[in-house]
């Protein structure tokens, strides 16, 4: 079935709809709320948080928008009052990401492998938690989701050209931050 169609199934008060709905975006909205609060618990409970305030928002979805771009925009809203809640932004000091160095070298097992671009993947988002939120938070929809630059300007409320300015300011950012982690030779991260 069509996802329009299926939206006004649910408008119209079909639970089966919302339910088959919620399947196909489940995922996406856990990985977008993990990719900010990088905590399962938490990631899940923003999740079910957001198909609730979906729910109870559907009648007002006119479909002028795609409705994963209106069901984006209500999931970063709702993240980003719990990020402004719970002032979860934080220095992070040097000591907790030093560990994060580290040289790949071509014979790691794979086992150890895997450890060391969990923790590169760690380093990245402690650091990536220092940026200002608007910063952030498109890196997160470009960087780590991959929407495109005019569903972010829609989610977001912003021009194309406002993201392309945003998205090139934040990896400069980003980058400058991640100098300290990366190794020696060449970047171990």
């Keep these: 079935?069509?996802?329009?169609?299926?939206?006004?199934?649910?408008?119209?008060?079909?639970?089966?709809?919302?339910?088959m709905i919620m399947k196909k975006y489940e995922q996406k909205v856990f990985h977008l709320a993990y990719s900010f609060v990088q905590d399962r618990a938490a990631a899940d409970d923003l999740a079910q948080e957001v198909f609730i305030k979906a729910y109870f928002s559907l009648p007002k979805f006119r479909f002028q928008s795609e409705f994963g771009t209106w069901f984006y925009r209500v999931a970063v809203n709702h993240i980003k009052d719990y990020l402004r809640k719970t002032a979860r932004r934080r220095e992070v000091s040097l000591e907790d990401v030093e560990e994060g160095r580290l040289a790949v070298e071509d014979k790691i097992p794979a086992?150890?492998?895997?450890?060391?671009?969990?923790?590169?993947?760690?380093?990245?988002?402690?650091?990536?938690?220092?940026?200002?939120?608007?910063?952030?938070?498109?890196?997160?929809?470009?960087?780590?989701?991959?929407?495109?630059?005019?569903?972010?300007?829609?989610?977001?409320?912003?021009?194309?050209?406002?993201?392309?300015?945003?998205?090139?300011?934040?990896?400069?950012?980003?980058?400058?931050?991640?100098?300290?982690?990366?190794?020696?030779?060449?970047?171990?991260?």
């Design 1 to 19: 079935m069509e996802e329009n169609e299926l939206v006004k199934q649910a408008q119209a008060g079909s639970h089966e709809a919302f339910t």
């Design 111 to 189: 086992r150890e492998k895997a450890r060391a671009d969990e923790q590169r993947k760690k380093t990245v988002f402690q650091v990536l938690e220092t940026l200002p939120q608007k910063y952030r938070m498109i890196l997160t929809l470009r960087d780590v989701r991959g929407l495109p630059y005019q569903e972010i300007g829609q989610v977001l409320g912003i021009s194309a050209g406002t993201v392309d300015s945003r998205l090139h300011r934040a990896r400069k950012m980003l980058r400058k931050k991640m100098m300290p982690f990366i190794g020696q030779e060449g970047g171990g991260l």
